[in-house]
């Protein structure tokens, strides 16, 4: 499975961005996917995930402002960010499980395949 994800780059508070991350390859041992973020001097940590019925999970730093969705048709998942703050600053990183309960992949540790990371900066 690979994972290409694009969509990052510098914005200003207050400001969208978009990140896609497209799946390719072996897609049939994929279920749910996520979002993670890693700010310098920081752990990765879970932005959002969605499964394949399409629940979804947002962490609370990011609720109301992000949201995660996925077209299956497609193979993509979607990240629309929103309210941006200097905070949300990290390079994001897409992810695929194999799992699909979203209580069980909360974990980076749960993720089976990882895309690049795309640098979001928020930043005036």
């Known amino acids: 499975v690979q994972l290409q994800a694009s969509g990052g780059g510098l914005v200003q508070p207050g400001g969208s961005l978009r990140l896609s991350c497209a799946a390719s390859?072996?897609?049939?041992?994929?279920?749910?996917m996520g979002w993670f973020r890693q700010a310098p001097g920081k752990l990765r940590e879970l932005v959002a995930s969605?499964?394949?019925?399409?629940?979804?999970d947002h962490a609370e730093a990011v609720k109301g402002r992000f949201t995660i969705s996925r077209d299956n048709v497609q193979n993509t998942v979607y990240l629309q960010m929103s309210s941006l703050k200097p905070e949300d600053t990290a390079v994001y990183y897409c992810?695929?499980?194999?799992?699909?309960?979203?209580?069980?992949?909360?974990?980076?540790?749960?993720?089976?395949?990882w895309g690049q990371g795309t640098q979001v900066t928020v930043s005036s």
């Open positions: 390859g072996s897609i049939f041992s994929i279920n749910a």
């Open positions: 969605v499964n394949t019925g399409g629940d979804t």
């Open positions: 992810a695929a499980s194999q799992r699909d309960i979203l209580s069980t992949v909360r974990n980076s540790m749960t993720y089976d395949y």
